[in-house]
């Protein structure tokens, strides 16, 4: 086996690459070589290249086609060159249709017969024609030069391509990665280890502190590898992440027996996240506060202080609905499935707590459960206020009472 050879083998068997991927690599680099420093722009090169010798076959490879009348071909270059142009300011790529009208003739890959013949006198029509080039004594000394580099680059492209894979495992999944710096365009660059990361503008958190090094948990949004190389897109924002959260610190979530039927977010201030369980012997909210609170203060934690509202999941909308509406006890819920909205009466002394600061309660319900929410207050003055922002401004809510707090009375638990 000649150096080359083992080369080439230890490249594959270290880094899992095809050697038929790589020998095809090489011969490629080998041909575009040939043609720039011992050929031309219209030279369709080809390369045997035999690793064990060292020795090389070099070829112009063409497909033989009709005699084109040079005029012809002018006036159709000319033309499908006006017609390109059209198409390009209707922003749009020609079809074949277009152009099948045209004659085209590609000097790089085709040759007309009359010339063929002239090579090869019984040449026919849709033939390969395969023309021997000869190879001069430098070249050898570029091939191994050329073999060089080529196995150098196929090594950084196996590393980008492990990388990438090994990230594609865990999107969906939540990661470390520390701070680096912010490009020109507001996104965050986070060091991921083997290679780097992108927090875009929506889907930083604005009361998060992105402090050079910190090291903070992301979200793998997505996972593909793009010209330059791996573009791995990260989300401190997405409420996706909270899920994972919960998998991670609560056992009866990971294992099944406690499911999330869904979550509302306005990432940085406020989560509310229903769950249910088949189970009669496990109270779902309850496993997810954990003992004095200590698995949802992890939580809180993980989401740097956001807080979090457990909410009890019910298949009756309207029950559904009072527990979205907590810590604010709900009087009583009616709806129009027609339009899908539902109004919500509450105690005057409940009012600001249904809407939230700035409307965010009432909204964070009406995005849970999928219902527009009208909050109305029964008795003293007449007030209104919707999910989508419409009617009385939102109030500051009252303070939490111990008797407003926990999963007793809301159905949910907030630190």
């Not at 070099?58 to 084109?68: A, F, G, Q, S």
């Not at 006198?121 to 080039?133: D, S, W, Y």
């Not at 950084?156 to 594609?168: G, K, Q, Y």
């Not at 991921?192 to 050079?212: C, F, M, N, S, W």
């Amino acid at each position: 086996m000649s150096e080359i050879t083992k080369a080439i083998q230890i490249l594959c068997d270290d880094k899992g690459l095809d050697y038929n991927i790589v020998m095809e690599a090489l011969e490629s680099a080998l041909a575009a070589a040939y043609r720039k420093d011992f050929g031309n722009r219209q030279q369709n090169i080809k390369v045997k290249f035999d690793p064990e010798t060292g020795d090389m076959e070099v070829w112009d490879e063409k497909v033989v086609v009709e005699d084109v009348d040079p005029e012809e071909l002018e006036r159709s270059q000319t033309e499908l060159t006006e017609r390109r142009e059209q198409a390009r300011k209707e922003q749009r790529e020609l079809s074949e249709e277009e152009i099948a009208d045209l004659v085209r003739f590609n000097p790089k890959t085709d040759i007309m017969i009359g010339e063929a013949k002239a090579i090869k006198p019984n040449a026919e029509l849709g033939e390969t024609l395969v023309i021997p080039l000869e190879v001069p004594g430098d070249f050898g000394r570029m091939a191994a030069q050329t073999a060089k580099q080529v196995i150098i680059q196929k090594l950084r492209e196996a590393e980008r391509t492990a990388v990438v894979e090994d990230f594609r495992k865990q999107q969906g999944s939540i990661v470390f990665g520390f701070v680096q710096r912010f490009d020109r365009s507001g996104s965050l660059i986070v060091d991921l280890g083997k290679v780097t990361g992108i927090v875009p503008p929506a889907e930083q958190v604005r009361r998060d502190h992105y402090k050079l090094g910190t090291r903070l948990k992301f979200y793998v949004v997505s996972v593909d590898m793009g010209l330059r190389g791996p573009e791995i897109i990260l989300s401190r924002a997405d409420k996706r992440m909270v899920q994972v959260i919960f998998e991670q610190e609560i056992p009866e979530i990971a294992n099944g027996d406690v499911v999330i039927r869904g979550i509302a977010r306005e990432a940085g201030n406020r989560s509310k996240v229903a769950v249910a369980t088949d189970d009669e012997g496990i109270d779902p909210i309850g496993s997810c506060i954990g003992q004095r609170g200590s698995r949802i203060t992890t939580i809180i934690d993980e989401l740097g202080g956001e807080k979090v509202d457990i909410i009890q999941y019910s298949d009756d909308p309207a029950q559904y609905i009072k527990q979205a509406l907590s810590p604010a006890k709900v009087a009583e819920v009616s709806l129009n499935p027609q339009t899908k909205e539902a109004a919500a009466r509450v105690a005057p002394d409940q009012f600001s707590l249904a809407i939230g600061r700035d409307g965010q309660n009432v909204r964070l319900a009406a995005e849970l459960s999928g219902w527009k929410i009208k909050v109305e207050e029964i008795g003293g003055e007449a007030k209104i206020a919707t999910s989508d922002g419409d009617g009385v401004p939102a109030e500051e809510p009252a303070p939490e009472t111990p008797e407003t707090e926990g999963k007793e009375n809301a159905g949910t638990k907030e630190e």
